[in-house]
């Protein structure tokens, strides 16, 4: 995760996770474990820019996905092994910000909760894991505030390390 935070992708939150509400039309963007449309996990920052997925943002903290405003793609090694994502984002379950924490384990029946360090302003955690891949379901205790989903291995480093997109 530390390459993550040097390559622009991973830092430190300043300031606690904020609930984002959706803004403006609600489009269908579903968010599974394998990616998002066009960009896969294991995909490379040169063949994310190739395909014209990735681009660089003045105003952003990192690299951008077309088409994916509400995505943050966080890079280790040159490979996208997470995506940060908000509403209106869901998982194929229907899972996205401001769903309730009670109706995860309907969908996702191994949940393993993860509590925030006592004395931070970090979320607790639900880790939805199959296989090498995982969803992390930041939430307040009753709502879903933020999903990250990818390599189960560094959805775990990133809640033990307490790193985001920006």
């Given at each position: 995760?530390t390459?993550?935070?040097?390559?622009?992708?991973?830092?430190?939150?300043?300031?606690?996770?904020?609930?984002?509400?959706?803004?403006?039309?609600?489009?269908?963007?579903?968010?599974?474990?394998?990616?998002?449309?066009?960009?896969?996990?294991?995909d490379?920052?040169?063949?994310?820019?190739?395909?014209?997925?990735?681009?660089?943002?003045?105003?952003s903290?990192?690299?951008?996905?077309?088409?994916?405003?509400?995505a943050s793609p966080?890079?280790?090694?040159?490979?996208?092994?997470?995506?940060?994502?908000?509403?209106?984002?869901?998982?194929?379950e229907?899972?996205?910000?401001?769903?309730p924490?009670?109706?995860?384990?309907?969908?996702?029946?191994?949940?393993?909760?993860?509590?925030?360090p006592k004395?931070?302003?970090?979320?607790?955690?639900?880790?939805a894991?199959?296989?090498?891949?995982?969803?992390?379901?930041l939430?307040?205790?009753?709502t879903?505030?933020?999903?990250?989903?990818?390599?189960?291995e560094y959805?775990?480093?990133?809640?033990?390390?307490?790193?985001?997109p920006?």
């Amino acid at each position: 995760m530390t390459a993550a935070s040097v390559a622009g992708s991973g830092v430190r939150p300043h300031s606690p996770i904020v609930p984002a509400d959706p803004i403006g039309p609600t489009v269908d963007e579903v968010i599974d474990l394998n990616g998002l449309a066009g960009a896969e996990f294991g995909d490379s920052q040169r063949e994310l820019a190739e395909r014209g997925i990735l681009q660089e943002a003045a105003e952003s903290c990192g690299p951008t996905l077309v088409g994916h405003e509400t995505a943050s793609p966080i890079f280790y090694d040159d490979r996208l092994v997470l995506l940060w994502v908000s509403a209106p984002v869901r998982t194929p379950e229907g899972v996205t910000v401001g769903t309730p924490v009670d109706d995860l384990p309907a969908h996702f029946p191994s949940l393993a909760r993860l509590g925030a360090p006592k004395g931070t302003y970090r979320l607790d955690g639900l880790l939805a894991q199959r296989g090498d891949r995982a969803y992390l379901f930041l939430h307040d205790g009753r709502t879903v505030r933020k999903t990250i989903a990818g390599y189960a291995e560094y959805a775990q480093r990133l809640f033990a390390e307490g790193y985001g997109p920006c």
